[in-house]
């Protein structure tokens, strides 16, 4: 993230070792807004048309399914490990995109009043950014025969559920709306949390690609030196 970037989520840093609602009521009892931390996180759970739950299941389950896929990496021949590697770059690629723009999502929400009147805009991107990502995850699942297992399943059918909440559902834009209108910097700050804890759990599930990636890699050095 860039400084100014930084800077602007600076309630989102002051206490990394928590979760976000308490990285949220640290920033929050400095301002002495505590009393209204109770309602904030209910909101925050509750109240919002896309839940923080939602945002990070997909992403969450993705990484699950990844770390189970490994021990099949060694059955693979090289033709089959070269087109995984490849599924797996272009997942990243997407991922990466993604994660950006739902961080933008979140400083945004903290900082740009006049984002109500763009957050459609944004919200069909991200819409749009979850297609690509599927349309990867469907052809890396294929390539290692498993696009049917329940894991998988479910992990696909979390993403179209989050998908169609932003592109059907305009569950960002309701959300932008009621947290901005209300005024409340504690439901301002519990919707931007949301946001950033989802731009986290893709950063998990890029990790755990990454790991994918390097697990193949060692395995192709391994075949380099038996000739």
């Known amino acids: 993230m860039d400084p100014g970037r930084a800077h ?12 976000a609602f308490f990285r949220i009521a640290a920033h929050a009892l400095a301002l002495g807004w505590g009393a209204l931390l109770c309602c904030g996180e209910a909101w925050g ?12 299941d997909p992403w969450n389950r993705a990484a699950e399914v990844l770390r189970s896929l490994e021990p099949q990496f060694g059955a693979l021949v090289r033709p089959e490990k070269q087109r995984v590697e490849r599924e797996l770059s272009a997942l990243d690629a997407e991922l990466s995109h993604l994660e ?18 763009v957050v459609s805009d944004s919200s069909q991107q991200i819409a ?8 990867r995850f469907e052809m890396l699942f294929k390539a290692l025969a498993v696009a049917e297992r329940s894991d998988v399943l479910a992990m696909r059918s979390a993403l179209a559920s989050l998908r169609e909440s932003l592109s059907v ?3 960002l834009e309701r959300d932008v709306l009621q947290a901005l209108g209300s005024g409340s910097k504690v439901q301002i700050q519990a919707l931007a949390g949301s ?32 000739g």
């Open 45 to 56: 759970q509750l109240g919002q048309a896309i839940p923080t739950q939602s945002l990070v």
């Open 128 to 135: 749009t950014q979850l297609g690509k990502i599927d349309k």
């Open 169 to 171: 559902g305009n569950g």
């Open 195 to 226: 946001w950033w804890d989802a731009s986290e759990s893709v950063g998990r599930l890029r990790e755990a690609v990454a790991l994918a990636r390097r697990h193949l890699a060692s395995l192709a050095q391994q075949r380099n030196r038996r």
């Open 8 to 19: 602007t989520w600076h309630f989102a840093t002051s206490c990394r070792e928590g979760t």
């Open 100 to 117: 950006s723009e739902e961080q933008t999502v979140a400083v945004k929400i903290v900082s740009n009043p006049e984002f109500a009147y």
